[in-house]
């Protein structure tokens, strides 16, 4: 090519191009706006294209030969079509997604540089078979898992001694590691493990390709040539002088190469040298005023109004390159050591590539995000190369605009937050968040400030007698969890940790529900017939609900009021062949032997006391027919409540745990340095284990988490409690034992005492 006979015929660094820039590299394809937009209007998460990617990917680690990757890909649920040359020969694949109407096509090049055909059959043809050992040999082998985490532990090894093509293929390596480790991982571990391949991606990409560094250089030639040509007019030899300027000191962060290197060659052919470079540089004194700038600032002009200066100048100042505050180097990584002061307080600086990577997740440019976030663009570039750390405010509104947790930027986990994380979570400055608590009628005589939320996040002493009761303390706690718009519990742990050697807080008791006379009311207004559907009505709601609990407590997925809510109150079809539904045989057995939908359900409607939804089901037999569901409205379940003298399940005080929760730590606690299998089975690590979150939004209570043993580098993960866990048990294991007697603590209550 054309491009590279320059490159090699001038020196130029060679730049790979075609399949040679593919090659060992996984340069994703960004979706395009319109399919963003189309995810975006469908509701999903992820475009057509990242879909597809992530599940030829998956599918890639798990294959061996071609074969078997196209059956994997369309065992997942993919369309799939393969391209044949007339000698027939594979020449390519295509792939889509399941779709009722026209599906959109994706070659393998369109979702990666190293999905496109060659590159899958030479990475295909590469695996060797691994030749079949003796049986006495196959006891002693090593299992897998293990040999995977030793590879995965050389790594930083690879990555400071080896060369680029070996770092870039160990990295390929342990990215389909992560591919092929969801299919295997227990399901608590999958999301995670989805996205840390996902992030890995990216960072390879981002690796591969980003540009070598190269010293700033001259733009105009001609201011060179004329200086030169002075020095060559003063007797010396323009190369030799050449020569010594460039050797000096580095040009890399040079404001002007092109000055310096004017100053440079003015100064060697004039005996005037630069200082070595392992000494700081002296400002020298001028002899006499210097003469006038030439008011071109480029071309010839200004190197002779150079060239004439005296020959004692102000050399220019160097400042040596070092770290930014907080900032640690190590070839190529960057890793955040501590926190940077600012006039606004302290503000942590963002996890390396972190807001590039979710910026970049978001389709958003700098200048995007800076005028979504209300700075300047500088201030978010600053941020991504880890120069300057992200302000209070700044930080809550990235978190809005980017829609992300706390943990995507930073280094901090769900379940490890402190005071002074939840305020920079709501984008709050001290300032603010004391004028909003002393709007609390709460807040009364404590004459809240600033430097007192400062002190109370820094767990310094609060002045003022009445900070010194654990009561006061919970209404605090209360009141901060209402400006920051979270629940109480996550106040009370975030407190635990930022002051632990404190009282534990006491927050106000709940005030207890009062029987509405207003519901009362409307009970009596009702006929005995509609009496009699609202209670069958409200049983079943009942029995849906706790159903719905029981369920989410084993495990399985989240779903919607409206989905389980509305029930179905009757089929419009002989009963001999359809049957009766639960209402109707609840009404049966309450004396109505005729439970239809008329009005009586009419007039439970026109009330506000149920919703009714009118559609048509498909029964075998029958085709299409009629069907009458309600759901239950808060109006009505009041109502219910109120005449049956029904009471909510007491619910436990505020910032304990739930009978089943409290099981949970009871059982990490008392397995003590062994801990728990990994497999810890339910929804219970959603709501305790540090970095999960029971709806995706609010932080766990992090009282266990899932580790390696101590003193261990390898084998499975277990469960352990954390500090914050033995702090809670050792503050309410007294008032768990009186809540929950049927729970067994003996074994633990003294080492908690």
């Known amino acids: 090519m054309a491009a590279t006979a320059v490159e090699e015929g001038f020196g130029l660094t060679r730049v790979p191009r075609g399949p040679e820039a593919a090659a060992g590299t996984s340069a994703v394809k960004r979706s395009t706006r319109a399919e963003q937009e189309k995810a975006k209007r469908l509701g999903d998460g992820k475009t057509a294209r990242e879909r597809l990617r992530h599940t030829v990917r998956t599918g890639l680690s798990h294959a061996k030969d071609l074969d078997e990757f196209f059956n994997l890909l369309a065992d997942a649920g993919l369309q799939v079509e393969t391209r044949m040359l ?63 985490t030793a590879a995965a532990e050389r790594n930083p090894h690879h990555l400071d001694h080896a060369d680029d093509g070996a770092v870039q293929a160990h990295l390929t390596v342990f990215g389909e590691v992560l591919y092929a480790l969801p299919a295997r991982a227990p399901a608590l571990l999958q999301a995670e493990l989805h996205r840390a391949a996902l992030a890995f991606e990216q960072a390879v990409h981002i690796r591969a390709h980003r540009p070598p560094a190269r010293p700033r250089t001259a733009r105009r030639p001609e201011v060179h040539a004329a200086t030169l040509a002075a020095a060559e007019a003063a007797g010396h030899n323009p190369a030799t002088v050449l020569q010594q300027a460039a050797q000096y000191r580095t040009l890399d962060d040079a404001k002007s190469a092109s000055e310096v290197l004017v100053w440079r060659i003015h100064a060697s052919a004039t005996g005037t040298h630069p200082a070595p470079a392992h000494k700081p540089h002296k400002l020298a004194t001028r002899t006499s005023s210097p003469p006038r700038r030439s008011v071109s600032d480029t071309g010839h002009k200004r190197a002779i109004a150079i060239a004439r200066r005296p020959s004692t100048v102000r050399v220019p100042r160097r400042r040596p390159f070092c770290p930014p505050l907080g900032l640690t180097l190590r070839r190529g990584v960057v890793a955040t050591t501590r926190r940077l002061r600012f006039a606004g307080g302290m503000a942590q600086s963002l996890t390396p590539q972190a807001l590039e990577q979710q910026r970049g997740f978001r389709g958003m440019s700098v200048q995007e995000l800076a005028e979504a976030t209300g700075v300047s663009p500088g201030s978010v570039r600053r941020w991504e190369a880890g120069t300057q750390a992200v302000s209070d405010r700044a930080f809550g509104r990235l978190l809005k605009v980017l829609h992300c947790d706390a943990q995507d930027l930073t280094a901090g986990e769900r379940g490890t937050e402190t005071l002074q994380d939840l305020r920079r979570r709501a984008g709050m400055s001290a300032a603010e968040v004391a004028a909003l608590l002393r709007r609390k009628r709460a807040s009364q005589g404590l004459h809240i400030s600033a430097e007192k939320v400062r002190d109370l996040e820094r767990g310094r002493p609060v002045s003022g007698r009445d900070w010194l009761s654990p009561e006061t303390q919970g209404w605090v706690a209360r009141m901060l969890a209402q400006v920051y718009g979270i629940p109480d519990r996550v106040v009370i742990d975030a407190w635990r940790r930022t002051r632990p050697n404190d009282i534990a807080p006491t927050l106000p008791a709940r005030r207890p529900r009062n029987t509405s006379e207003a519901a009362l009311t409307i009970w009596r207004e009702l006929n005995d017939r509609q009496r009699s559907y609202l209670t069958c009505i409200f049983h079943q709601d009942q029995e849906a609900e706790e159903e719905q609990r029981q369920n989410r407590y084993a495990g399985e997925a989240h779903r919607p009021a409206a989905a389980w809510r509305r029930l179905t109150l009757a089929l419009s079809a002989p009963a001999d062949l359809v049957g009766f539904t639960r209402i109707q045989e609840r009404l049966r057995k309450a004396g109505i032997h005729d439970p239809g939908t008329g009005s009586s359900v009419s007039a439970l409607d026109r009330r506000g006391l149920i919703t009714v939804y009118r559609d048509r089901l498909y029964v075998d037999g029958l085709g299409d027919i009629p069907r009458t569901r309600v759901e239950m409205t808060r109006r009505g379940r009041a109502v219910a409540r109120a005449a049956l003298g029904v009471t909510p399940a007491p619910a436990p005080p505020a910032a304990l ?60 993960y277990r469960w352990f409690l954390t500090d914050s866990g033995r702090r809670h048990i050792a503050d309410h294991i007294d008032t768990y034992r009186s809540l929950y007697p049927s729970v067994e603590v003996g074994s633990i209550a003294a080492e908690f005492a």
């Open 86 to 148: 007339p000698s027939g020969d594979l020449q390519g694949y295509k792939v889509a997604l399941p779709d009722d109407g026209t599906p959109v096509w994706f070659s393998g090049s369109s979702l990666a540089t190293d999905l496109y055909l060659p590159q899958i059959r030479q990475r295909l043809t590469a695996t060797e078979a691994q030749p079949t050992a003796a049986p006495s040999a196959r006891r002693h082998r090593p299992s897998a898992w293990h040999v995977a």
């Open 657 to 716: 745990l739930s009978p089943w929760l409290w099981k949970i730590v009871v059982r990490v606690a008392r397995a003590g340095a062994q801990g728990v299998d990994g497999s810890l089975a339910g929804r219970g690590p959603h709501y305790l284990a540090v970095g999960q979150s029971p709806d995706g939004r609010t932080p766990s209570r992090g009282f266990i988490v899932l580790r390696l043993p101590d003193e261990a580098d390898h084998g499975p």
